[in-house]
């Protein structure tokens, strides 16, 4: 991950900043560095620096969870802070699961049609359930999709969507079959489920 940090200062007559240690800890139980320290050169506010990648977490979820990351300040003649700026985050590299349960009006001549669904699960430690992904698609010849993608946050199930009045099926036939929603799951820290929750309706205007 990229961190980023402002503010330092080296009062007069100090020697001036010069430089930053930066240290990753866990916050699990009783806290422990688990990365760094590293040294990052003083420029102008605002600092960044990314983890480098032969220190990276492991991507395979054994090192998800809460760390903090802390930022010493360095001056000219080696004094460093005493006190840190920290903040913390959350490692979630695994995708949440897709709603288990996905509902559409079946048959329906609404050519507006609501759907629901529930169930859908991001597990510890994992960041948490921000939104859905709904699509609607065609389930003739070659599934293609057709409306969407349409994005619904995150509350308390069940979740819903009424298809927008502006991508409304035509009402007069031309539209009519069978179609199918689709709904991903995507977590706080950018992750989306692989598969989809899903239900099939018909679609009979005339």
Known sequence: PEFGWTGATDPTPGT??????????????SP??????YTVPHTVDTHS????????????????????????????????STAYGSDTFVLDTQLPAAPTTVTAPDPTSDTTPAFSWTGATDSAPGSGIANYTVEIWD??????????????SHGTDPHSLDLPALDAFAGDGSEDGTYQVRVWTNDKAGNASTAYGSDTFLLDTA
Do not use: C, H, M
């Open 16 to 29: 001036g900043l010069n430089r930053y240690t930066v240290e990753i800890w866990d916050t699990a139980g």
């Open 32 to 37: 422990s560095k688990v990365k760094g320290p």
């Open 49 to 80: 620096w990314d983890l480098p990648l032969a220190n990276a977490f492991a991507g395979d979820g054994t090192e998800d969870g809460e760390y903090q990351v802390r930022v010493w300040t360095n001056d000219a003649a080696g004094n460093t």
């Open 139 to 152: 389930t003739a010849g070659t599934p293609s999709k057709v409306k969407g993608p349409y994005t619904v």
